[in-house]
């Protein structure tokens, strides 16, 4: 096992866990456990777990924003299989637009070979998809290195000249009442700004993120098409999503 990879676990074990021991962490993964503490330690300085004594802890998050290397090994299984799904809505011809997140970037590496023209706000998605050949379009802008999106008046500019015939759009926290919301106000504008020039909207979420209210709403629920999500959304949220017309498939995992 690589070390990336090796850490890329024990951050997915501690998080779903609510918590491991060194011992147990050397155990499972069959490392020593001075290896382990190595890796706790960088993972610690990363901001993706937090240490304690004799093993580690989820992070704390701030703002309910965690670092985009903790959100990437988050509900890992149920984003590949929601990108599975999400990835059957690309036509060829169309103009894709793919919000920066680690789902999003689950279905950019999801979708089979097909000519389409892409277009992110996500350096590390655009590199992706400008290896599989895919004519892809970024938006530039000032980089957010805790969740490595492109935001601000150069981003906005570029999104407002654009139109997408599909936008695969990521959310904090989808609410009955407050929509989607997520905890930063520059990205809420670039968001909301796709939703606007997009003609057909997929929310690629997961049931972690139902009824949760974050701190900038940015569209409401009758600007979504397609949720793709791997759980039936509860009682009050199903309800809306109805009557927002929204369709909603639920994949296995």
């Known amino acids: 096992m690589l070390p990336a990879e090796r850490k890329r676990t024990i951050v997915q074990l501690v ?3 609510d918590g ?9 993964l069959e490392f020593s456990k001075a290896t382990i503490r190595r890796d706790l330690r960088d993972l610690e300085s990363q901001g993706r777990i937090e240490r304690s004594h004799g093993g580690a802890v989820p992070a704390s998050s701030v703002g309910t924003e965690r ?12 984003k590949q299989a929601i990108a599975e799904r999400a990835a059957q809505e690309v036509r060829e011809g169309q103009v894709v637009c793919f919000d920066a997140g680690s789902t999003t970037m689950e ?7 097909t000519d389409y023209v892409a277009a992110t706000n996500m350096p590390d998605l655009a590199t992706e998809l400008a290896e599989g050949d895919v004519d892809t379009k970024l938006t530039g802008g000032s980089l957010r290195p805790r969740t490595r999106a492109l ?8 999104v407002e000249r654009m139109n997408f015939d599909l936008l695969f759009l990521g959310t904090n926290a989808l609410d009955s009442a407050a929509g989607l919301s997520t ?11 796709m939703v606007e020039r997009a003609r057909r909207v997929v929310l690629v979420a997961d049931a972690s993120k139902f009824g949760d209210r974050s701190f900038v709403s ?5 600007e979504v098409d397609l949720l793709v999500t791997d759980a039936s959304p509860p009682g009050a949220l199903a309800a809306a999503l109805a009557d927002a017309d ?8």
Do not use: M, W
């Open 15 to 17: 998080t779903e866990r």
């Open 20 to 28: 491991c021991s060194v011992s147990e962490l050397a155990a499972e």
């Open 67 to 78: 670092p985009y290397g903790q959100r990437e090994v988050d509900h890992y299984a149920e």
């Open 107 to 113: 279905v950019a590496r999801a979708i089979p070979d």
């Open 151 to 158: 935001v601000g008046p150069t981003a906005e500019r570029a």
């Open 183 to 193: 905890p930063n106000e520059d990205e809420a504008a670039i968001k909301e700004l």
């Open 218 to 222: 940015f569209a409401a629920l009758d």
């Open 246 to 253: 929204v369709a909603v498939e639920e994949v296995s995992t």
